[in-house]
């Protein structure tokens, strides 16, 4: 944070610094000034950030869309996941807010359990600091000002590489005209949020202040049978500081604060069907589960009823403070961005996804630590050659203690009876290890992970203005990226005792082996380094005053990592080394777009098709090993993804707005030629299942086999999204207060999509479409009071799909939240 207050020193150099030409000054957000999520029908002109300087969105040649926080509030889009209705290119999935992703375009994290090891290629980025920790994106959005969602690679202008689009995130600044803000929401499943904010002058026009709290209470929507009480719930508590010091007219320094707080019941997948896979029969759910006499409490998930027997838990703390100095040179503004922040995970998971003890614990609680500076340089003004260059340093460390406990029905569920005829226990034998609790019950591997990583990177762009209506924008990044890590596992038996899984040891005893099979200790040491330059060049042309056309290609990388989940193992249990690392992914962007308004600015209308070729695409992929819950990451050859997207906002008149956004996207594998086999190929023996085992030597008789997908869809990706909405108001008076009566709607649709790394039959999720609607009074003197309902026509839907460890098909999934209804009343002063 020293680079920040070095500035009040540099300052003294700006003085008498000739002035640039005007720039665009970003307003104080009016009422509604985000009217139709991009700019408002009637100006166009919202203003952004972008490029690293203030611009009007319209002018600024990056598909993108913006979404300020009146809208965020009426909408009830208070997380990234609620924007995913506004926004049909960004997609969310979240089993436990650990194992989150966010994709824009198709792309940005592999689809499964996440691994520390490897980047986002979605940035987010609060108040110009970047986000590493994807669980932060789970917490409720406080005191925002506007979201801007930039879509495709962004290295050349952000301090940390993202090759798939940033989530760039600016609250409200402190204000030197006293203010605040109150909002609060009720509603049905004990919904309760209540927002606050306040602003004003400590020291004259020198010493400003603003805190901003948030909280989030909701029981869960899935009743738990045998435990009590309801999964899925929310628990939300958040709080935020800024300091604005303002010592000279060309410096501010802000000083930021933030805490957030979460200990929901979560995260819950229920049962959603079964499928046959290639193991026996008598190895396969329906059987294993009767063997048992269990039965799930409903086979309709909307029923929203489970029987998971280990008490679940999403505890996590988010927080970190930040420093941020401009300091105005007169051509140009030097900033500096300095920032540590801190993540702590805490949770209780039942992976088994059933009410059998099958795995009673599985957790992973984790610690984060990051620190980063950026200092950067931006042309002010609009000149012949605008610039923006840049320096960023980032390193962050990763402490996790894994732990994974057995139960005494894993060994029913997760060994191999022998073949038939059975007998009454449903085993070859009497003494078969599928029929003896005692094989498994108690096993337990604690896992000790330790990730460090520093990146440090060059960057810079130019916009080169051929003419009026010309300009050529090349850029480039110069990026170092060093990762190291340490993966020990050691397992015990139930009595305690450390478990060996030497090759004589397994050959001298079935008991062994199918133990090591279940969870084999290993320990390894990754590590990963390597130096990229990446670059693109943009071309605009302005066709007309409100018609602005681009064209851009990128080349891209998303660095290498190291799987940090444990790694496959050879035949004589050793963990296969060369699976340790994962390459870079190599990005090759080209995009086409048109940004045009008409009507004196009454429609607006955006259009840009992109096609994107990644190589080395970093994938999830099964370890082989039975029951245990985690994949590793491996490299996909090729794949590619290209799309359509249109984003439209119209203004017939002064009372009524209109918004349609539409994307298409077509994401594919070009060539995966060992991916992990769908659940309905998968867990039988190689020979079986026609394919090479990728993890030779797993005892039991189940041997892991590698599948070609080539050509078939990635997962999480609809060819098909859209939004749409409208709003009309009318004139009304209460007492003596002016204001508009108002009713909205909003509505969002995604067609079918795969919820497998692999395409499955038994994981697509049907498409679906939601429709919420607001109607309320917006008082003049800064009230609001709507009732909302949101999934008005309560339609049943899956956020996600997974399968079951060990192939037995099961299938199990996290509904959608059902029709839910409320009030919000809101003030600003």
């Given at each position: 944070m020293a680079l920040s207050l070095a500035l009040i020193l540099a300052q003294v150099a700006a003085q008498g610094s000739p002035p640039p030409e005007p720039v665009v000054q970003a307003p104080e957000e009016d009422a509604r000034a985000d009217t139709g999520r991009l700019a408002p029908a009637?100006?166009?002109?919202?203003?952004?950030?972008?490029?690293?300087?203030?611009?009007?969105?319209?002018?600024?040649?990056?598909?993108?869309?913006?979404?300020?926080?009146?809208?965020?509030?009426?909408?009830?889009?208070?997380?990234?996941?609620?924007?995913?209705?506004?926004?049909?290119?960004?997609?969310?999935?979240?089993?436990?807010?650990?194992?989150?992703?966010?994709?824009?375009?198709g792309l940005g994290a592999p689809f499964g359990l996440t691994n520390d090891g490897i980047e986002q290629g979605v940035g987010i980025y609060v108040d110009g600091v970047y986000y590493s920790r994807i669980a932060s994106a789970t917490f409720d959005f406080t005191d925002t000002?506007?979201?801007?969602?930039?879509?495709?690679?962004?290295?050349?202008?952000?301090?940390?590489?993202?090759?798939?689009?940033?989530?760039?995130?600016?609250?409200?600044?402190?204000?030197?005209?006293?203010?605040?803000?109150?909002?609060?929401?009720?509603?049905?499943?004990?919904?309760?949020?209540?927002?606050?904010?306040?602003?004003?002058?400590?020291?004259?026009?020198?010493?400003?202040?603003?805190?901003?709290?948030?909280?989030?209470?909701?029981?869960?929507?899935?009743?738990?049978?045998?435990?009590?009480?309801?999964?899925?719930?929310?628990?939300?508590?958040?709080?935020?500081?800024?300091?604005?010091?303002?010592?000279?007219?060309?410096?501010?320094?802000?000083?930021?604060?933030?805490?957030?707080?979460?200990?929901?019941?979560?995260?819950?997948?229920i049962y959603v069907r079964t499928g046959t896979t290639q193991r026996p029969l008598a190895r396969q759910y329906a059987a294993l589960a009767g063997a048992l006499g269990y039965r799930a409490p409903s086979t309709d998930a909307f029923d929203r009823l489970t029987d998971l027997d280990t008490p679940l838990r999403a505890r996590q703390e988010l927080g970190g403070v930040s420093l941020v100095g401009n300091l105005d040179l007169g051509a140009a503004t030097l900033t500096s961005v300095s920032a540590w922040r801190f993540w702590n995970w805490d949770p209780s998971n039942d992976r088994d996804f059933t009410g059998l003890p099958i795995t009673t614990v599985s957790a992973n609680p984790s610690q984060q630590r990051q620190w980063s500076q950026e200092l950067r340089i931006a042309s002010n003004g609009k000149r012949a050659i605008d610039y923006v260059a840049g320096l960023f340093y980032f390193h962050q460390t990763i402490d996790t203690q894994g732990l994974q406990v057995q139960g005494p029905a894993a060994s029913r569920f997760l060994l191999n009876p022998g073949n038939p005829p059975f007998g009454t226990n449903g085993c070859a034998t009497a003494t078969a290890n599928a029929c003896n609790p005692a094989v498994l019950n108690g096993l337990t591997a604690r896992n000790t992970i330790g990730f460090s990583n520093t990146s440090a990177a060059v960057f810079g762009k130019l916009t080169w203005h051929l003419t009026d209506a010309l300009s050529i924008a090349p850029g480039v990044r110069v990026n170092y990226d060093k990762k190291t890590g340490d993966y020990v596992s050691v397992v015990t038996t139930g009595t305690g005792a450390v478990l060996n899984c030497s090759a004589a040891l397994q050959a001298a005893s079935s008991v062994t082996r199918d133990r090591c099979g279940v969870l084999a200790p290993q320990s390894y040491r990754p590590d990963f380094d390597d130096w990229n330059v990446s670059g693109d060049v943009t071309i605009a042309y302005d066709v007309a005053r409100d018609v602005h056309a681009y064209a851009t290609y990128a080349r891209s990388y998303k660095s290498g990592g190291i799987n940090l989940s444990g790694l496959p193992l050879d035949a004589n249990?050793?963990?296969?080394?060369?699976?340790?690392?994962?390459?870079?992914?190599?990005?090759?962007?080209?995009?086409?777009?048109?940004?045009?308004?008409?009507?004196?600015?009454?429609?607006?209308?955006?259009?840009?098709?992109?096609?994107?070729?990644?190589?080395?695409?970093?994938?999830?992929?099964?370890?082989?090993?039975?029951g245990v819950l985690r994949g590793y990451l491996a490299n996909a050859e090729?794949?590619?993804?290209?799309?359509?997207?249109?984003?439209?906002?119209?203004?017939?008149?002064?009372?009524?707005?209109?918004?349609?956004?539409?994307?298409?996207?077509?994401?594919?594998?070009?060539?995966?030629?060992?991916?992990?086999?769908?659940?309905?190929?998968?867990?039988?023996?190689?020979?079986?299942?026609?394919?090479?085992?990728?993890?030779?030597?797993?005892?039991?008789?189940?041997?892991?086999?590698?599948?070609?997908?080539?050509?078939?869809?990635?997962?999480?990706?609809?060819?098909?999204?859209?939004?749409?909405?409208?709003?009309?108001?009318?004139?009304?008076?209460?007492?003596?207060?002016?204001?508009?009566?108002?009713?909205?709607?909003?509505?969002?649709?995604?067609?079918?999509?795969s919820s497998n790394p692999s395409p499955s039959a038994y994981t697509y999720i049907d498409g679906y479409s939601i429709a919420n609607f607001r109607l309320g009074y917006r008082a003049d003197d800064g009230w609001n009071a709507f009732l909302w309902l949101r999934n008005a026509f309560d339609q049943n839907y899956y956020e996600l799909l997974a399968t079951q460890s060990g192939n037995t098909g099961l299938i199990v999934g996290q509904p959608g939240d059902p029709r839910t209804y409320g009030v919000t009343v809101s003030a600003s002063f």
């Amino acid at each position: 944070m020293a680079l920040s207050l070095a500035l009040i020193l540099a300052q003294v150099a700006a003085q008498g610094s000739p002035p640039p030409e005007p720039v665009v000054q970003a307003p104080e957000e009016d009422a509604r000034a985000d009217t139709g999520r991009l700019a408002p029908a009637a100006t166009g002109e919202i203003v952004v950030t972008a490029r690293r300087r203030a611009e009007t969105v319209q002018q600024v040649p990056i598909a993108m869309s913006v979404i300020g926080g009146t809208t965020l509030a009426d909408t009830g889009a208070y997380n990234v996941n609620r924007l995913t209705q506004l926004q049909p290119t960004l997609q969310f999935y979240s089993t436990n807010p650990r194992n989150s992703a966010a994709n824009i375009r198709g792309l940005g994290a592999p689809f499964g359990l996440t691994n520390d090891g490897i980047e986002q290629g979605v940035g987010i980025y609060v108040d110009g600091v970047y986000y590493s920790r994807i669980a932060s994106a789970t917490f409720d959005f406080t005191d925002t000002e506007r979201i801007e969602i930039l879509r495709g690679p962004q290295g050349t202008l952000y301090g940390k590489n993202t090759t798939a689009g940033a989530i760039n995130i600016t609250t409200r600044k402190p204000s030197f005209t006293p203010e605040a803000r109150v909002e609060l929401t009720t509603g049905n499943y004990d919904f309760i949020q209540a927002k606050a904010s306040a602003s004003g002058p400590l020291v004259g026009d020198t010493l400003a202040a603003r805190i901003s709290a948030s909280v989030t209470s909701r029981r869960g929507t899935i009743r738990n049978t045998v435990l009590g009480g309801y999964a899925n719930a929310q628990d939300n508590q958040s709080v935020r500081g800024q300091l604005l010091w303002k010592p000279a007219a060309n410096l501010d320094i802000t000083l930021y604060g933030d805490y957030g707080h979460q200990n929901p019941d979560c995260c819950a997948q229920i049962y959603v069907r079964t499928g046959t896979t290639q193991r026996p029969l008598a190895r396969q759910y329906a059987a294993l589960a009767g063997a048992l006499g269990y039965r799930a409490p409903s086979t309709d998930a909307f029923d929203r009823l489970t029987d998971l027997d280990t008490p679940l838990r999403a505890r996590q703390e988010l927080g970190g403070v930040s420093l941020v100095g401009n300091l105005d040179l007169g051509a140009a503004t030097l900033t500096s961005v300095s920032a540590w922040r801190f993540w702590n995970w805490d949770p209780s998971n039942d992976r088994d996804f059933t009410g059998l003890p099958i795995t009673t614990v599985s957790a992973n609680p984790s610690q984060q630590r990051q620190w980063s500076q950026e200092l950067r340089i931006a042309s002010n003004g609009k000149r012949a050659i605008d610039y923006v260059a840049g320096l960023f340093y980032f390193h962050q460390t990763i402490d996790t203690q894994g732990l994974q406990v057995q139960g005494p029905a894993a060994s029913r569920f997760l060994l191999n009876p022998g073949n038939p005829p059975f007998g009454t226990n449903g085993c070859a034998t009497a003494t078969a290890n599928a029929c003896n609790p005692a094989v498994l019950n108690g096993l337990t591997a604690r896992n000790t992970i330790g990730f460090s990583n520093t990146s440090a990177a060059v960057f810079g762009k130019l916009t080169w203005h051929l003419t009026d209506a010309l300009s050529i924008a090349p850029g480039v990044r110069v990026n170092y990226d060093k990762k190291t890590g340490d993966y020990v596992s050691v397992v015990t038996t139930g009595t305690g005792a450390v478990l060996n899984c030497s090759a004589a040891l397994q050959a001298a005893s079935s008991v062994t082996r199918d133990r090591c099979g279940v969870l084999a200790p290993q320990s390894y040491r990754p590590d990963f380094d390597d130096w990229n330059v990446s670059g693109d060049v943009t071309i605009a042309y302005d066709v007309a005053r409100d018609v602005h056309a681009y064209a851009t290609y990128a080349r891209s990388y998303k660095s290498g990592g190291i799987n940090l989940s444990g790694l496959p193992l050879d035949a004589n249990n050793n963990p296969i080394l060369a699976a340790a690392q994962v390459k870079p992914e190599r990005v090759n962007h080209y995009e086409l777009g048109v940004k045009t308004q008409w009507l004196d600015r009454r429609i607006t209308a955006n259009l840009a098709a992109f096609w994107t070729d990644i190589g080395d695409y970093q994938a999830t992929v099964t370890n082989g090993q039975l029951g245990v819950l985690r994949g590793y990451l491996a490299n996909a050859e090729a794949v590619r993804t290209r799309g359509i997207e249109l984003d439209t906002a119209f203004r017939p008149t002064e009372r009524l707005n209109l918004y349609a956004n539409a994307a298409y996207t077509d994401a594919k594998y070009v060539r995966f030629t060992d991916a992990p086999c769908p659940p309905e190929l998968a867990g039988g023996t190689a020979a079986a299942a026609g394919q090479s085992p990728s993890a030779p030597g797993t005892p039991g008789g189940i041997s892991p086999t590698a599948c070609d997908v080539s050509g078939q869809r990635l997962p999480g990706i609809s060819k098909w999204a859209f939004s749409y909405g409208a709003e009309y108001t009318l004139p009304a008076k209460i007492g003596t207060t002016d204001g508009n009566a108002y009713l909205g709607f909003d509505g969002s649709y995604r067609s079918r999509f795969s919820s497998n790394p692999s395409p499955s039959a038994y994981t697509y999720i049907d498409g679906y479409s939601i429709a919420n609607f607001r109607l309320g009074y917006r008082a003049d003197d800064g009230w609001n009071a709507f009732l909302w309902l949101r999934n008005a026509f309560d339609q049943n839907y899956y956020e996600l799909l997974a399968t079951q460890s060990g192939n037995t098909g099961l299938i199990v999934g996290q509904p959608g939240d059902p029709r839910t209804y409320g009030v919000t009343v809101s003030a600003s002063f």
